[in-house]
């Protein structure tokens, strides 16, 4: 048992030392360790022998400056030969100059000899008169010389300089000064000292900075290990890339650092990882829900696709890691949505129809059973007529696109369940075939439910583009639709008889999520009906623009008072037999 715990022991202190933060710790002192040692063997190798060279051009200055002194030179020139008073050189000027230079210098010695190399000044006077201890030939022959070498006064590093006599340039004698090696040891110690703690120093802030490196390092990487990181990037990478939702990363210094496959295909970003996200290429909308978090999924228009975009802030410990994107494509749910609602919109057309047509055959019943043959023949004239709540939209006939043709009539009957009078502009004239009839029904049907609902009153102000109230001063609510063809350009003027666009700037009814029906029903909220709208016409190279305000700001010849909105579309039909020429004026 006591192995099994010391083995566990051995275990768990091999797996702290194989944590990548000690191994980088351990590395770097080691590094500096040998760093120091191979920069302190270095320093300490040469500092002897710089020490020493030092030392001996400091002998030699000294040696320098004595023996050109007039004075040395004149009592030089005077004591050569071999006969030599010792007592009176003892008591002599050479011996106290000698003696005084020594005391200043810190020389060790300073000694004066004659031609002979006998010496005429020396710190120990019982060595007057005696030859130098040590050779004065080359500085006799006129030749400094310096070198290490032990006398009577222990090892020193001396200088020999040559004293020529006064006013000649004959050798006289010699100047040598000497400088301890032992002072040159205590310096060189000192050196070493310094050395050392200068070291000590450096080892312990390369420690303590390696460790405040693997805090960081720990800080950074979230206590992971390397082959943690490796394995949750594979991971991340393989989570990314499989599932159905796009997914934008955003560091805190608001630069992507992931992006997965679905969400460059959502948001149409060809952005590489590393650019800002103000550079990325993102819708404004979706600009500001990548900067500012949003819980609640928002609808964005990108292209020809509608989006739900949601972002949230991570933390960890903590640190804050930066916000998550997240992207959802609901264009299939806009497309159901648009075919339910044509759907209903039929629905709704032939249930009035239907409801219509029973009412009249009562009408028509009652009037035969009563024997009024006569009225029953004029109801049934008026039932057949044209009159604004017939069966037929009143212009159709001026519609030779199917598509269009049976899109108009569902719409104008929908319009009459809302009491909404549904007709069509003087102008109007199609021939051809829609080459996009989805993009021109989602178009020409966004504008038309929006007056529909301006004019019925269904809103309280101006909403995803539409106006809002009930017509004024008790005249039917109306809404006109007028289609022109120009080449392959189909136009498209919508107006109703509502109070007209109630915003501060009109214009911001194409802005995403612009609306007051507050409906929480619908994912993302509404207010993306003339934003999409836009952005098909603007794809096809068109445009869809409101060109009157209407309500009390409305131009002259706005005849129903609302919001007039115009849709350019190119490209949109492809050529067609014109049709018959009218012999008369097109029903309005």
Do not use: C
Request: charged content about 25%; hydrophobic content about 45%.
């Amino acid at each position: 048992m006591a192995r099994n715990v010391g083995t566990r022991r051995m275990a768990g202190a091999y797996a702290v030392f194989m944590r990548l933060r000690n191994q980088v710790l351990l590395l770097q002192v080691v590094v500096i360790l040998v760093s120091l040692g191979v920069g302190f063997g270095i320093v300490i190798s040469g500092s002897d022998d710089k020490l020493r060279e030092e030392y001996g051009q400091r002998a030699l200055a000294i040696a320098r400056s004595v023996a050109t002194d007039d004075q040395v030179r004149a009592e030089v020139a005077a004591g050569s030969g071999d006969s030599l008073d010792q007592k009176a050189l003892a008591g002599g000027p050479l011996q106290a100059q000698a003696v005084a230079v020594a005391d200043r210098t810190g020389a060790l010695f300073v000694v004066i000899a004659n031609n002979r190399g006998l010496r005429l000044a020396h710190p120990d006077t019982t060595e007057l008169t005696r030859p130098l201890s040590t050779d004065p030939g080359r500085a006799l022959g006129g030749r400094e010389d310096l070198a290490t070498d032990r006398g009577t006064l222990g090892e020193s590093v001396r200088a020999k300089v040559p004293v020529l006599a006064p006013d000649s340039t004959e050798v006289v004698g010699l100047v040598s000064v000497g400088i301890s090696t032992e002072k040159i040891s205590d310096d060189l110690r000192g050196d070493v000292v310094a050395l050392v703690l200068i070291a000590l120093a450096a080892l312990l802030t390369g420690v303590v900075g390696s460790a405040l490196l693997a805090r960081r390092w720990r800080r950074l990487t979230l206590g992971l290990e390397p082959d943690q990181l490796a394995e949750l990037v594979r991971e991340q990478g393989a989570v990314l890339h499989s599932i159905g939702e796009g997914v934008v990363a955003i560091d805190p210094s608001g630069v992507v650092r992931v992006i997965n496959d679905k969400a460059r295909t959502l948001l149409g970003v060809t952005a590489d990882i590393g650019t800002p996200v103000t550079e990325a290429g993102l819708t404004a909308r979706v600009l500001e829900v990548a900067t500012t978090p949003v819980q609640t999924p928002r609808s964005a228009a990108v292209g020809d696709r509608v989006v739900l975009v949601s972002s949230h802030r991570v933390r960890r410990d903590g640190t804050d890691l930066g916000i998550v994107l997240s992207v959802v494509d609901r264009t299939d749910v806009e497309a159901l949505t648009r075919q339910l609602d044509s759907i209903k919109s039929m629905t709704d057309a032939l249930r009035a129809q239907r409801h219509e047509s029973a009412n009249r055959m009562h009408v028509t019943a009652g009037l035969l059973r009563q024997g009024d043959a006569r009225a029953a023949l004029d109801y049934l004239d008026e039932v057949m007529g044209t009159g604004p709540y017939g069966i037929d939209l009143p212009g159709s006939e001026n519609i030779n696109e199917p598509h269009l043709r049976a899109f108009l009539d569902a719409k104008a009957a929908s319009a009459r369940e809302r009491g909404v009078l549904l007709t069509l502009g003087p102008q109007t004239l199609v021939a051809g075939t829609l080459q996009d009839p989805v993009a021109a029904t989602t178009i020409v049907g966004n504008l038309i439910d929006n007056a529909i609902e301006a004019a019925s009153g269904d809103a309280s102000e101006a909403a995803s583009g539409g106006t809002s109230e009930v017509a004024s001063g008790g005249a039917p609510a109306q809404v006109e639709v007028e289609l022109i063809v120009a080449d392959d350009t189909l136009l498209v003027v919508v107006s109703d008889s509502g109070p007209g666009v109630r915003l501060a700037d009109p214009q911001q009814v194409f802005t995403e999520g612009v609306t007051t029906h507050k409906d929480d029903s619908v994912p993302g909220g509404r207010g993306m009906g003339l934003a999409l709208a836009r952005q098909l016409a603007r794809t096809r190279g068109g445009d869809l623009t409101l060109v009157d305000a209407g309500g009390d700001a409305r131009q002259p010849d706005n005849v129903l008072g609302g919001a007039v909105f115009v849709a350019r579309l190119p490209r949109m039909l492809s050529p067609h037999e014109p049709a018959e020429p009218l012999d008369e004026e097109p029903v309005r």
